[in-house]
């Protein structure tokens, strides 16, 4: 059974970056679309970003586009979201999902209901 465990969160400045990791254990992540989801309190979880398990396709939602970047070492059995011009709306948890695919070549996209696995999630706070 594929486990994961999200990292890299913290307190950040507005303007200022961080970068987000996914590891997965039990199951190699090659066979899995990673997805990016957030929450932020008194809200739905939204799709930020994903990437097909073979990383040829990838989306990211409005908030995400032009300033995260999301990347997947399969070799490492991890994924990654850049964050960078972090702005005070971003404060969420993130969490990461995992979707079993038959192909690497599968697109990926943020129904949330294919998403298997998650992780338990990292605090984002963007605040001066």
């Known amino acids: 059974q594929l486990q994961l465990v999200e990292s890299g969160g913290g307190l950040v400045q507005p303007g200022g970056s961080l970068r987000l990791s996914c590891t997965g254990s039990?199951?190699?992540?090659?066979?899995?679309?990673i997805g990016w989801f957030r929450q932020a309190p008194g809200k739905e979880r939204e799709g930020v970003s994903c990437?097909?398990?073979?990383?040829?396709?990838?989306e990211y939602g409005n908030s995400a586009e032009g300033r995260f970047t999301v990347t997947r070492d399969n070799a490492k059995n991890e994924a990654y979201l850049q964050m960078d011009s972090l702005k005070s709306e971003d404060t969420a948890i993130y969490f990461c999902?995992?979707?079993?695919?038959?192909?690497?070549?599968?697109?990926?996209?943020?129904?949330?209901?294919?998403?298997?696995?998650w992780g338990q999630g990292t605090q984002v706070t963007v605040s001066s």
């Open positions: 990437i097909n398990a073979g990383g040829g396709h990838i």
């Open positions: 999902g995992a979707s079993p695919v038959p192909s690497s070549h599968e697109r990926c996209g943020f129904y949330q209901y294919a998403y298997e696995s």
């Open positions: 039990g199951r190699p992540l090659k066979y899995y679309t």
